[in-house]
C-alpha cells in the first residue's frame, strides 16, 4: 500500500474537511457589517498590526530543539540495534549525549531557555 | 468470533473474487477512505461527548442529558450546527493560509493513522518504521497551528500560536525520548512488531521502573503536545480567549475542535501501544485459564478498551490542574522531563542489555 | 405570541413539521434538522457585565447545569459563540463594545437580555446619565428575562424559550431568510 | 535579563484585554504592553460598567438607596448594606436590637464566606483549574439557599433596613447554617488538597504579582489584598461595628504580599468566618429585629462616614446631609477601586500567565470600582 | 504505458529541483529567502544521494548515511543562519542582502 | 540545586498531583454526590423558599376584589419607578368623592423585587408572588396590570 | 491620638488651619495652595504618620466645590479629614499622587467627575467615562437630557 | 500506478518548489518550501525509503521550517511583502537557470546507469547497526562527530543569538 495508503489518507482529509466547509457555506449566509471582519479583541479596536516582530526567546527555543531533535533522529536506529551489540552502543550514546548534553547546560546557563 | 480482521479479509476476498486486480484496490481504496472518514467522525463525536460526561460527573453535575436519548445526540447536534454557522474569514487575514490551516491538521491528524493498529492484523499501513513515523507526522501540526495563528491577523491568535508552536517541538523531544526508550526493549520500529513483542506481558509491567517512568513521561509530553489542559497555554481561555483559533468559526474552528480530539486519540493509541500492548490481551503468567479467556474478548475491544483508559487519563488530567504558566511549562521540558527522560533512556539500555526484564 | 410552558418543549426531534403562529410559515423538513441543531446547542459568549453574570455562572455550576441542555461550551471568542447572554447592566461606554461583539458573531446569532438591567436599564433607568435603557437599543433581543437577577431558573427557561423559537423558526435570522430568500 | 533591541516604541505590542475576557471577571478593559510575553505596563481602562450609582443616590431616599448599594459589589451586597445602614443609623442615632446586630453579623459572614467561594473558584478556573469552580458553586449555593430562605432573594437581598432588618430569621436558618458549618469545615480541606497543595498551583501563584506593605498601604489597598502583605487594616478589629467587637476571631496576616499569599489570606479567612458565626449562632438574642424608626427617614445636618469590611476590603460611606430626605452627596470608597491601582506595580514584569492569577487574586468586582 | 521509473527520472527531478534553488537564490534579497532557497537545494543534493544509494549500490547503506549527515548540517547550518540573520536584524532593522553588505563579524 | 533535591522536587509534585486527581477521582466515582436539579423536569417538585421574591401581584379573593386602596405608598417607596399608580374618583354610597385605584401598572421590566413596596402598602394589598418564569419574546408583554379587570376594594379598607 | 491632641499637633504644625466642629473625626480645613505642604507634612512627620489615604472625594456645593480628604494613619489609629474649598469655576488643586499613590486614580475620578483639575498630575485623564463625554457629571448642576431620565 | 504517483510526486515538488522561491509573502514561501519539503518526503517513501523519509519530515518540516517561521516572526513585518529583485536580475536568473537544467538534464538524460536490481534493504536495523559499528562502512566515528558538529552549531547560535545591545550600540 504505502505511498498510496498515505494518498488515500490525505484525498480521505482532504474531502473530510472540504465537505463540511462546503455545506457550511451552502446552508449559512452571514450578515454583513462593517465590523464583522476586523480583528476580534474583546470588543475593542486594535491598536497596531500583530505582525510585529517578537521576542528572541521564542526561536532559541526552535534552534535547541532543532538540534536535539537531529540527535533523536540518531538515536532511532541505535534504539534498535543497542540490544544486540551490548554496552559498546551504550557507551557509544552515552558519549554522544553527553556532548550533547554541554550544549544544554550552556544555553541553560546563558539563559537562552527563558521564555520572555 | 467476529473479529475486524476476519470483515477485512472477507471483503478483500470478496472484492477480490468479484472485481479483481487493479479496480479491487481502487475499490478499496475507496472504502478504507470512506472509513477513515467515518471513524474520524464517530471518534470525534463520541469523544467530545465522553469528554463533556466525565468532566460533567467529576464536577458533580450531570453533563448533556436532554438532546436524543441520555444526550447521545448532543455532539450531533453541536456537530450540525457548527456546520451550519457562518465560516469567517477575517478582513486583514491572509485568506489562503487561514483556509489552508483547518486543512493542514486535518490531513496531518489523518496521515498518522496509518500505521496504528486497530486490532490484530488490522491496519491501514504496516509500515516498518510505524512509531518514528507517527512522530514525524505529528510535527506537521505544528505548522498548522503557527499557520491558523499567523494568517488570522490577530494578536491572542498570534501569541496563541507562538506559544504553542514553542510547547509542541519542546515536548517532542521528551516523547520522542520516550518512545525510544520503550523501542530499545523492542528493538523494533513496527507497530506489529511492537505488539508483537508484548505477547506475554505488556511493556509497563514487564519493564521495570524506566518503564513506568517512561510511561509517564509519554503521557505527560502527549498531553502537551496535543495542547491538552493542565498545557493549554495555546488556547488558554483565561489568558488568550481562545488562542490561535480565536478567529475561526463554523466549520473550520469545527475541524481544530475534532483534530484536537483525533491526536487525542492517537497518542493514547500510541501509548496503548507502546506500554499497553495494542490489542494484545491481557495475559498473567501462567494462568492458562485467565488467558484464555482474555483470549476470547476480541482484540479490537482490547485496542479500544486501552486507548480509552489512556484518554480517560488524559482527560482526568485536565479537570483536575490548573494550568501551566508558560515559562513554567518550558521548564517543566527542559528542566526536568528531557533530563530525566534521557537519563531513564540509558537506564533503560541497561535493562535491555542485561535482559533483566522478560 | 405567548411563551410555551416549559416542559413541554424539550428533546423535541426533528421530523415534526410546526406550525409557526399565523401559518403562514410552515418550515420543511431539512429546516426542522437545522433548527433542532441550532436550538441544541447554543454555545453562549462569556459576556457578564454584572450582578446577573454571577447568576449565569449559578447556572452554570453544578446545581443548575445548564450543560444538560449543551450550553456549557461557553466560547470567550465571539465567532464562536451562538448566543450572547447580556447579564448585567450595559452603560453607555460600553454599548459599542457591545455593538462589536455582536457583530463580530457569526450568524446564526441570538441574543438573550437577562435581568432587568439589560431589558430596561432596570434599576438604573431614572437619574442616571451613563446606564443604556435597555439592551434592545443596541442590539436586537430575541428573549427577555425579568427579574434582578433572574434566578437560574429562570436563566434556564429563557434558554429553553430562545430553543423553541429557533425550532418554531421565528428568531431574525430565520424571519429574514423566510420572508426574503433572495437576501 | 538582558534588553531586548528589536522593539521600538512603535513595535511594542499593545494588547487589549477586556472589557469582554473571562479574565477580568467583569468588563475590565486592561491595556497591556508587551515584550515578547513580559508584561511592560498595563493601563486599566474603567467605566465599562460606570452606572452612576453615586448620582442615583442622590435622589433616593435613605430608605431607598440601600438596595442600590446591593448592585455595587453584587458579591459582599449583603455588607453593602449593611454599611449603608450603619451610616444612617450613624446620622439618625438610632440604637440596633441585639437581635439585629447578631444576623446582621452572621449574614455578613455568611456573605463573605459566598463571595470568597466563587472568587475561589473563579480564581480557580482563571489559572486553568475548571473543577473547583463547581465544588465552590456546591457549597455557595448551599449558603444561598439558606440566604434565599431568610431574605428572598439569592443574589441581591436588600434584606438591611435603617434600624434593623427587614424580616425576622427564617425558623429554620440557625439549624440549616449549623449544618452548612459542620460540612463546611470539611470541605475546605478538600478545597486545600485540590487546589492549594498543587504543585502546579503554587508555582503559578508564588512569588507571583508582589506588593510590599508600603506600596500596599500607599495604594490603599485593603482587605485580603493588604493583609496578604502584612497590613493590619480588618476594619471589623479596629473599629468593631455591631456586634464584632464581641466575637473573638483572628485577623489574618500574610507577610509573603505575592498572590499566594492573598490565597492563602482569604482561604483562612473563611474559616474564620466560620468561626465567628460559630460563636454567634447558638446566642442569637430574643427580641425586635427591627428599631422603630420614623416612616420618612431624614438625616441631620453634617456628614457622616461609616466603613465596614466586605470580603474585598475596607467600603467606606461617605454621607454628606443637607438634613432632606434624600443625601445631599454621597461617596463610596469602594475597596477594589486602590485594589485596582496597585494592579500595574504587582504585575509589571511579569508574564500574561501572572496577570491572570494576579488579577484572580485580586478579586475585583468591577461595578464595584466603577460605581 | 508509461514507462519504469529510473534513476534518471529522479535525477531530472531533482536536477530541476537544485535549479529552483538556484534561482531562487539568485532572484531573493531577503536572507530568510534565500536560506529557504538553500535548503531546496540541499534537498535536491539528498534525493541524489538516496537515489544513487537505491539504484546503483543497494547493498550498503552509504548514501543514506550521507543523506543523514547532510541532513544535520543542514540544520546546524540552519540553526546558525538564522541566529546571525535575527542578530543581524536586530543590528539594523533589515534583512536585505544588498543593504547588510557592511556586516561587521 | 542539589541532585537530591532535584529528586525530592519531582516526588513531591507527583505526590501533590496524585492527591488532586485523589479529589477528582472521588467524585468521578460517586455518581451520587451529583447535585444537579433537572429544572424543567422537576417543575412538579422544585420548592422554592416561601420568601422568595419573584414579582409583585396583587391579592385578589374569590369575589375579584383587592385591597388596594391607590393611596400610592407603594408607587413613593418604589426607588425606581417600577409602580405607576392611576387613580380615579368614585363617588361612595354616601355621595362622597373618594380615591381609588383605576389601574395598578407594575413594570416587570424595572422592578428589581426589593420587597420595599410590599413593605410600604399600609392595607397588604400586594405581595411577592415566586413566579420566576418570566421569559418573553416581547419586552412590552413584561408591562402588567396588576389588578384583574373588574376588580373592587374589598369593603372596610380605607 | 485623639482628636485633640491631633488639633494640638497640627497648630503647633501651621497656626493658620481652622478646624471644623463635629463630626466623630477631627476636620481640618486648608486653603488649596496650603495643601500639599500640609499632605507632605501629614505623611512624613512621624506624630501624624497619616500614610493611609482611604477616602478621597469632591463634594459640590454649587457655590464652591470641597474637596475631601480622608487621612489614617495605621500607626497609631487616628482618622483625620482635610478639607480644601475650591473655586468651582476654576477648581485647581496640588496633587498628591506622589505622596500616595493611592490618590492617582482618585484623582482622577474625582476630575472627571467634577472637574477639577490636579495640578501636576502625572496623568490625568479619563478614566472611566467616554472620552467624548461632555461635562462633570457629578456637578449638582450637570443635566443630560439625552440619557437621564428624572423620575 | 507507481509511475502515475511518481509524476505526482514529481510535479507536486516542482510546482511547490517554485513557487516556494516566488511567492511575494515570505510567510507563504515558507509554507510552499514545507509543502516542497513534503513532497520529497513523499517522494523517499515512493522509493520506500520509510527511514529516510520519516527524518526528512522531522528535520525539515519538524524543524528546519519550524525553525524559518519562528525567525519570520522575528525579523519581518512579516505581512508586508518582499522587496523584488530588479527584472534584469531575473532574467539572468532565469536563463542561467534553464541553461543549467538543461545542460546537466541532457548529461544526465544520456548517461546510462548500472541499476541494480538487489533489493535494497532498509530496515532500520540495518541502519543502526550500521551507525555503530566501528568496521569499515561502519558510522560509529562520524557519528560522534556529528554530537560535536551540533554542540558547535548550538553554542554559536546561542552566542550569536545573546550577544548584548551595548556592543549593537557602540558599532
Ligand atoms: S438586573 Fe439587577 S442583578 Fe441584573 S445586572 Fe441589573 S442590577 Fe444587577
Ligand atoms: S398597593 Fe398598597 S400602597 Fe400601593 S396604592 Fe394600593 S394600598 Fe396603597
Ligand atoms: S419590589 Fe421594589 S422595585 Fe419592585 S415594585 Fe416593589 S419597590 Fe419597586
Not at chain 7, 25 to 52: G, I, M, S
Request: aromatic share 12%; proline share 4%.
Amino acid at each position: 500500500m504505502g505511498t498510496i495508503a498515505l494518498l488515500i489518507l490525505t484525498i480521505a482529509a482532504i474531502i473530510f474537511s472540504a465537505g463540511g466547509i462546503l455545506v457550511s457555506r451552502l446552508f449559512t449566509k452571514g450578515s454583513i457589517n462593517t465590523q464583522k471582519g476586523q480583528p476580534y479583541e474583546c470588543g475593542i479596536p486594535t491598536t497596531g498590526t500583530p505582525w510585529s516582530q517578537f521576542h528572541v526567546g521564542y526561536y532559541l527555543y526552535a534552534i535547541v530543539f532543532l538540534l536535539f531533535d537531529v540527535e533523536l533522529v540518531f538515536m532511532y536506529p541505535w534504539a534498535v540495534v543497542v540490544q544486540k551489540i551490548g554496552f559498546p552502543a551504550l557507551i557509544e550514546m552515552i558519549f554522544f549525549i553527553m556532548i550533547l548534553f554541554i550544549g544544554f547546560l550552556y544555553a541553560h546557563k546563558k539563559g537562552a531557555l527563558k521564555w520572555m | 468470533m467476529i473479529s475486524l480482521e476476519a470483515i477485512k479479509n472477507a471483503v478483500q476476498s470478496w472484492l477480490q473474487l468479484h472485481i479483481g486486480g487493479t479496480l479491487a484496490l481502487v475499490a478499496e481504496s475507496i472504502l478504507l477512505g470512506i472509513l477513515v472518514i467515518t471513524l474520524f467522525a464517530v471518534l470525534g463525536l463520541l469523544l467530545v461527548f465522553m469528554e463533556r460526561k466525565v468532566s460533567a460527573v467529576m464536577q458533580i453535575r450531570l453533563g448533556p442529558n436532554r438532546v436524543g436519548p441520555k444526550g447521545w445526540l448532543q455532539t450531533s447536534a453541536d456537530t450540525l450546527k457548527l456546520m451550519l454557522k457562518e465560516g469567517l474569514t477575517p478582513d486583514g487575514a491572509d485568506r489562503f493560509l487561514f483556509n489552508l490551516a483547518p486543512f493542514m491538521i486535518m490531513i496531518a491528524a489523518m496521515l498518522i493513522m496509518a500505521p496504528i493498529a486497530f486490532a490484530k492484523n488490522f491496519q491501514i499501513w504496516d509500515i516498518n518504521i510505524g512509531v518514528l513515523y507517527i512522530s514525524s507526522v505529528a510535527s506537521i501540526s505544528v505548522i498548522a497551528i503557527l499557520m491558523a495563528g499567523w494568517s488570522s491577523n490577530n494578536k491572542y491568535s498570534l501569541l496563541g500560536a507562538m506559544r504553542s508552536g514553542a510547547q509542541i517541538i519542546s515536548y517532542e523531544l521528551s516523547a520522542g525520548v520516550a518512545v525510544i526508550t520503550m523501542i530499545i526493549l523492542t528493538g523494533s520500529l513496527s507497530v506489529n512488531d511492537i505488539i508483537a513483542s508484548q505477547e506475554n506481558g505488556w511493556w509497563i509491567f514487564k519493564g521495570h521502573i524506566p518503564a513506568i517512568i517512561a510511561f509517564i513521561i509519554f503521557m505527560i509530553a502527549v498531553t502537551a503536545e496535543t495542547n491538552r489542559a493542565p498545557f493549554d497555554l495555546a488556547e488558554a481561555e483565561s489568558e488568550l480567549t481562545a488562542g490561535f483559533h480565536t478567529e475561526y468559526s463554523g466549520m473550520k474552528f469545527a475541524l481544530f475542535f475534532l483534530a484536537e480530539y483525533i491526536n487525542i486519540f492517537i497518542v493514547c493509541a500510541v501509548a496503548a501501544i507502546l506500554f499497553l500492548g495494542g490489542w494484545m490481551p491481557l495475559h498473567i503468567g501462567n494462568w492458562q485459564a485467565f488467558n484464555h479467556v482474555m483470549d476470547y474478548i476480541p482484540s479490537s475491544i482490547w485496542f479500544f478498551g486501552k486507548t480509552f483508559l489512556l484518554i480517560g487519563l488524559i482527560m482526568w488530567f485536565r479537570w483536575t490542574f490548573p494550568r501551566l504558566r508558560i515559562d513554567q511549562l518550558l521548564n517543566l521540558e527542559w528542566k526536568y522531563l528531557l533530563p530525566i527522560s534521557l537519563l531513564n533512556m540509558l537506564l533503560m539500555t541497561i535493562v535491555a542489555i542485561l535482559k533483566w526484564y522478560l | 405570541m405567548d411563551v410555551t410552558p416549559a416542559n413541554t418543549i424539550t428533546g423535541v426531534f426533528p421530523g415534526e413539521v410546526h406550525q409557526a403562529p399565523g401559518g403562514t410559515i410552515v418550515t420543511s423538513k431539512l429546516d426542522d434538522i437545522i433548527n433542532w441543531a441550532r436550538a441544541n446547542s447554543l454555545w453562549p459568549l462569556t459576556f457578564a457585565t454584572s450582578c446577573c453574570g454571577i447568576e449565569m455562572m449559578a447556572t452554570a455550576s453544578a446545581k443548575y447545569d445548564f450543560s444538560r441542555f449543551g450550553f456549557e461550551v461557553a466560547r470567550a471568542s465571539p465567532r464562536q459563540a451562538d448566543v450572547i447572554i447580556i447579564a448585567g447592566t450595559i452603560v453607555n461606554k460600553m454599548a459599542p463594545v457591545l455593538k462589536r461583539l455582536y457583530d463580530q458573531m457569526a450568524d446564526p446569532k441570538y441574543v438573550i437580555a437577562m435581568g432587568a438591567c439589560a431589558i430596561s436599564g432596570g434599576p438604573f433607568f431614572y437619574n442616571t446619565y451613563s446606564v443604556v435603557k435597555g439592551a434592545d437599543h443596541i442590539i436586537p433581543v430575541d428573549v427577555y428575562v425579568a427579574g434582578c437577577p433572574p434566578r437560574p431558573e429562570a436563566l434556564l427557561h429563557a434558554l429553553i424559550t430562545l430553543q423553541e423559537k429557533i425550532k418554531s423558526g421565528l428568531t431574525r435570522e430565520q424571519y429574514i431568510t423566510v420572508k426574503n430568500p433572495t437576501e | 535579563m538582558h534588553e531586548v533591541v528589536g522593539t521600538t516604541p512603535e513595535g511594542d505590542f499593545i494588547i487589549n484585554v477586556g472589557p469582554q475576557h473571562p479574565a477580568t471577571h467583569g468588563v475590565l478593559h486592561l491595556v497591556i504592553t508587551l515584550e515578547g510575553e513580559t508584561i511592560k505596563n498595563i493601563e486599566p481602562h474603567l467605566g465599562y460598567i460606570h452606572r452612576s450609582i453615586e448620582k442615583m443616590c442622590e435622589s433616593l431616599t435613605y430608605r431607598q438607596f440601600i438596595y442600590v448599594t446591593s448592585r455595587m459589589d453584587y458579591l459582599s451586597a449583603h455588607i453593602n448594606n449593611h454599611a449603608c445602614a450603619l451610616c444612617v443609623e450613624k446620622g439618625l442615632q438610632v440604637e440596633v436590637p441585639l437581635r439585629a446586630q447578631y444576623i446582621r453579623v452572621i449574614m455578613d459572614e455568611l456573605t463573605r464566606i459566598a463571595s470568597h467561594e466563587l472568587w475561589w473558584g473563579a480564581m480557580a478556573m482563571d489559572v486553568g483549574a475548571f473543577t473547583p469552580f463547581f465544588y465552590a458553586f456546591r457549597e455557595r449555593e448551599t449558603i444561598n439557599e439558606i440566604m434565599e430562605e431568610t431574605c428572598g432573594a439569592r443574589l441581591t437581598m436588600n434584606y438591611m433596613v435603617p434600624g434593623g432588618v427587614m424580616a425576622d430569621l427564617h425558623p429554620q436558618f440557625q439549624q440549616k447554617v449549623k449544618n452548612f458549618i459542620a460540612l463546611y469545615k470539611k470541605k475546605i480541606d478538600e478545597y486545600n488538597e485540590l487546589v492549594t497543595g498543587n504543585i502546579i498551583f503554587q508555582n503559578r501563584m508564588k512569588g507571583v504579582g508582589y506588593l510590599s506593605a508600603e506600596d500596599a498601604i500607599s495604594y490603599g489597598c485593603s482587605g485580603p489584598v493588604a493583609r496578604a502583605s502584612s497590613v493590619a487594616c480588618d476594619v471589623r478589629k479596629r473599629y468593631p461595628y455591631d456586634v464584632y467587637g464581641l466575637v473573638q476571631f483572628e485577623e489574618v496576616l500574610e507577610t509573603g504580599g505575592d498572590a499566594f499569599a492573598r490565597y492563602w489570606v482569604r482561604i483562612q479567612e473563611m474559616q474564620q468566618s466560620v468561626r465567628i458565626i460559630e460563636q454567634l449562632i447558638d446566642n442569637i438574642p430574643e427580641g425586635e429585629f427591627q428599631a422603630k424608626t420614623k416612616a420618612v427617614l431624614k438625616l441631620p445636618k453634617g456628614e457622616f462616614y461609616q466603613r465596614v469590611e466586605t470580603a474585598r476590603g475596607e467600603l467606606g460611606v461617605y454621607i454628606v446631609s443637607e438634613g432632606g430626605t434624600t443625601p445631599y452627596r454621597i461617596k463610596f470608597r469602594s475597596p477594589g477601586f486602590s485594589n485596582l491601582s496597585a494592579l500595574n506595580q504587582m504585575a509589571k514584569g511579569g508574564k500574561i500567565g501572572d496577570l491572570v492569577a494576579t488579577m484572580g487574586t485580586l478579586d475585583l468586582v468591577i461595578p464595584d470600582i466603577d460605581r | 504505458m508509461m514507462q519504469q521509473i529510473t534513476l534518471q527520472h529522479i535525477l531530472l527531478l531533482s536536477t530541476a529541483l537544485f535549479f529552483i534553488g538556484v534561482f531562487g537564490l539568485l532572484t531573493r534579497r531577503n536572507m530568510i529567502a534565500i536560506l529557504m532557497s538553500i535548503e531546496l537545494m540541499l534537498n535536491s543534493v539528498n534525493i541524489n544521494f538516496v537515489a544513487f544509494n537505491k539504484y546503483l549500490y543497494p547493498e550498503k547503506l552509504d548514501g543514506v548515511f550521507f543523506f543523514l549527515f547532510v541532513i544535520t548540517v543542514a540544520a546546524a547550518e540552519a540553526a546558525v543562519a538564522i541566529a546571525i540573520i535575527i542578530h543581524l536584524y536586530r543590528y539594523n532593522k533589515q534583512i536585505d542582502v544588498s543593504e547588510t553588505e557592511e556586516m561587521r563579524y | 540545586m542539589s541532585i537530591k533535591q532535584y529528586i525530592q522536587d519531582v516526588f513531591n509534585a507527583i505526590k501533590s498531583l496524585l492527591k488532586g486527581m485523589r479529589v477528582t477521582g472521588y467524585y468521578f466515582f460517586h455518581p451520587k454526590e451529583i447535585i444537579t436539579e433537572q429544572y424543567p423536569d422537576n417543575k412538579a417538585t422544585l420548592k422554592l423558599a416561601d420568601r422568595f421574591k419573584g414579582e409583585v401581584v396583587m391579592l385578589h379573593d374569590e369575589n375579584n376584589e383587592h385591597a388596594c386602596t391607590g393611596c400610592t405608598a407603594c408607587e413613593l417607596a418604589c426607588p425606581n419607578g417600577t409602580i405607576k399608580i392611576i387613580t380615579q374618583f368614585d363617588i361612595t354610597p354616601g355621595g362622597k368623592k373618594k380615591k381609588a385605584l383605576n389601574t395598578f401598572v407594575y413594570h416587570l421590566e424595572l422592578c428589581t423585587m426589593c420587597n420595599l413596596c410590599v413593605e410600604a402598602c399600609p392595607t397588604g394589598a400586594i405581595v411577592m408572588a415566586q413566579n420566576f418564569e418570566h421569559s418573553v419574546y416581547d419586552r412590552k408583554q413584561l408591562t402588567k396590570t396588576l389588578n384583574k379587570p373588574g376588580s373592587k376594594l374589598r369593603a372596610g379598607i380605607e | 491620638m485623639t482628636n485633640e491632641a491631633l488639633k494640638i499637633a497640627l497648630i503647633n504644625w501651621n497656626t493658620a488651619l481652622v478646624f471644623e466642629e463635629g463630626g466623630e473625626w477631627l476636620n481640618v480645613l486648608v486653603p488649596a495652595d496650603q495643601w500639599k505642604p500640609l499632605a507632605k507634612a501629614l505623611r512624613t512627620l512621624p506624630e501624624f504618620n497619616c500614610n493611609y489615604l482611604f477616602c478621597l472625594t469632591c463634594v459640590d456645593w454649587k457655590t464652591h466645590l470641597t474637596m475631601v480628604y480622608h487621612l489614617t494613619s495605621l500607626q497609631w489609629q487616628h482618622n483625620l479629614v482635610i478639607k480644601s474649598v475650591l473655586n468651582r469655576d476654576n477648581p485647581e488643586i496640588e496633587t498628591v499622587s506622589d505622596i500616595w499613590k493611592a490618590a492617582d486614580f482618585l484623582e482622577r475620578e474625582v476630575y472627571e467627575l467634577f472637574g477639577v483639575n490636579f495640578i501636576n498630575h502625572p496623568d490625568l485623564r479619563r478614566l472611566i467615562l467616554t472620552d467624548d463625554f461632555n461635562g462633570w457629571p457629578l456637578r449638582k448642576d450637570f443635566e443630560d437630557s439625552v440619557n437621564m431620565i428624572r423620575l | 500506478m507507481e509511475t502515475i504517483v511518481f509524476y505526482g510526486i514529481a510535479l507536486f515538488i516542482f510546482i511547490t518548489g517554485i513557487l516556494a522561491v516566488t511567492a511575494r509573502h515570505i510567510f507563504r514561501a515558507a509554507i510552499w518550501l514545507l509543502f516542497a519539503l513534503m513532497g520529497i518526503a513523499a517522494l523517499y517513501f515512493w522509493m520506500d525509503l520509510n527511514f529516510v523519509a520519516a527524518v526528512q519530515i522531522i528535520i525539515y518540516v519538524g524543524g528546519i521550517v519550524v525553525l524559518i517561521i519562528f525567525s519570520i516572526f522575528l525579523t519581518q513585518q512579516s505581512g508586508q511583502k518582499m522587496a523584488q529583485s530588479s527584472l534584469l536580475q531575473y532574467i539572468f536568473s532565469i536563463a542561467a537557470v534553464v541553461f543549467g537544467t538543461a545542460f546537466i538534464g541532457s548529461i544526465i538524460a544520456r548517461f546510462y546507469f548500472v541499476e541494480s536490481h538487489v533489493v535494497m534493504n532498509t530496515a532500520v536495523e540495518n541502519i543502526g547497526a550500521q551507525l555503530m559499528s566501528v568496521q569499515q562502512y561502519g558510522y560509529a566515528l562520524p557519528f560522534e562527530l556529528v554530537s560535536i558538529l551540533l554542540l558547535a552549531a548550538m553554542i554559536g547560535s546561542i552566542v550569536i543569538a545573546m550577544k548584548q545591545k551595548t556592543k549593537i550600540k557602540n558599532s
